[in-house]
């Protein structure tokens, strides 16, 4: 069964075309890497899943809901999907526990104890639950994106997309990160992720998805992608060539 | 010079302080409120909506206070009897106190535009992520962090209003400098009254900017 399924998606800024007709699908429980050169549109796509990117043509089936319908209830349809940021986006102004709990309040409606306790269970899970009392600027960027990825837990959603959740990241905080994506992959949970982290595309992903100038050049099984390198495209080759280089 | 009549005069004078702080007080809230939703119309995707908030704001900004003030005394009642046909009566306070609300809402309303813009579009795009409406995620996530930000201006413009209240005596309101200049011009030293009255200006003023400028340096770190 599909959970997002891209049909065709074109988005323009003014005369400049950033998605040429993307089409992908995404099943339930499958781990999906979008990687591609930066400037590719790979950012931009992800985010006209929860239609943070309106986009002018084609349409985004996220649930049976479509995206693109103007009848649709997108802050809705947003709260069943989880979301992580690049730069973790945390709300400072709010501790750890308000991080967690204020849209489990404010939008599920969920009482404060129930939203609580399901913060400080995912809190828990990402390693944190001694910094609940704490404020997102007195934690390191790892430990924030962390939270973050709770915080989205915490809604329960039907999917998870990230948009590169560790290319903000020192590099030694990078790998607590991939961790936690790591073990909810492994649980089964929908995920969309923009990345470059080839290891976590290897480890996880079940499809790679690749492009470049707005178009997606690739989407293939991952045991293809990176088992039968000859057959990707010259673009494919040459990034992959650059980034796995080292 | 003789300062010592100001003693016995101190009752009135502090009256006409309560009068200049209540007004102020009054304005920097209802201004404030007027100013933030002016600054939310503005920053809308509606051109009407922003087209409207921009003429406001140009509008106010480009006329004298004192003109605003008198014209809402004036003009304001005469209006109210064309459409009513009964005479009406709002009162000098009232009248003031709408005059400056409106007038001071057009500079709080770029304050608090400037603040709203200097939070990252990544935090209201994490706020609709989770779901959140615009209503909520501009009360529950941009405007607490904007309103932190702008503290000083919003603080700083409040103690011009301050200072700016005194434009009331044009419409005959008992504020702290009419206060001072009656009680003066009665016992005959309108001197030493209104040089005690310049002093107090200064002092609260004065201070007030210093605690400001502390305030920015605590906020800064």
Redesign the interface.
Known sequence: MSMISIKNVSKWYGDFQVLTDCTTDVKKGEVVVVCGPSGSGKSTLI?TV?A?EPFQKGDIIVDGTSVGDAKTDL??L??????V?Q?F?????LSITENLT??QE???GRSKDEAMQKGLHYLDRVGLKAHAHKFPGQLSGGQQQRVAIA??LA?DPIAMLFDEPTSALDPEMVNEVLDVMVELAQEGMTMMCVTHEMGFARKVAHRVIFMDRGCIVEDCAKEEFFGNIDARSERARQFLSKILQH | MDFSQIIPAMPGLVDGMLMTLKLLALSVVGGVALGTVLALLRLSSNPLLSGFAKAYVNYFRSIPLLLVITWFYLAVPMLLNWITGSFVSIGAFTSCLVAFMMFEAAYYCEIVRAGIQSI?K??E?????????YG?AMR??IL??AF?KMMPLLLQQSIILFQDTSLVYAVGLMDFLNAARSKGDIVGLPHEFLIFAGAVYFVISFGASLSVKRLQKRFAV
């Not at chain 1, 986006?89 to 102004?93: N, V």
Request: aromatic share 6%.
């Open positions: 985010k929860n943070l802050p809705k947003r709260s069943r999907v989880g979301m940021f730069h986006e945390l709300f400072p102004h204020i849209a404010r939008v599920l915080r989205a809604m | 990252s990544g935090q795009n994490a706020a609709y992520a989770l779901g959140m409406n909520q529950l996530i607490p962090q932190r």
